[in-house]
Nanobody
């Protein structure tokens, strides 16, 4: 079945950058999303991208700092994170939606999830 393998999480200083990757296997390309969850908090939407990469969506808190992209030849989705802030600290999860061309921005709508990768931003 579908597997999503995430990588790129690390400990960085405020103002730094990270690039997260999510490699998908088992199915053709799908709508993809990035979500994050801090301790004691809900899993919140970060960014999403359509199957072709032609449409992208961002949470207001990351707009202008984060960029979602994809390389369908590699079946991989990326999240470039710039100007990182301590409040960006969370476990970041990749999610896939195969049911239609719709691009969900709610966690409960996604069908498959990666294991998560820790991003810690120090002040």
């Amino acid at each position: 079945q579908v597997q999503l393998v995430e990588s790129g999480g690390d400990l960085v200083q405020a103002g730094g950058s990270l690039r997260l990757s999510c490699a998908a296997s088992g199915r053709t390309s799908s709508s993809m999303g990035w979500f994050r969850q801090a301790p004691g908090k809900e899993r919140d939407f970060v960014a999403a991208i359509s199957k072709s990469g032609g449409s992208t969506y961002y949470a207001n808190s990351v707009k202008g700092r984060f960029t979602i992209s994809r390389d369908n030849a590699l079946n991989t989705v990326y999240l470039q994170m710039n100007s990182l802030k301590p409040e960006d600290t969370a476990v970041y999860y990749c999610a896939a939606y195969y049911y239609s061309d719709y691009v969900p921005v709610s966690a409960h709508e996604y069908e498959y999830w990666g294991q998560g990768t820790q991003v810690t931003v120090s002040a």
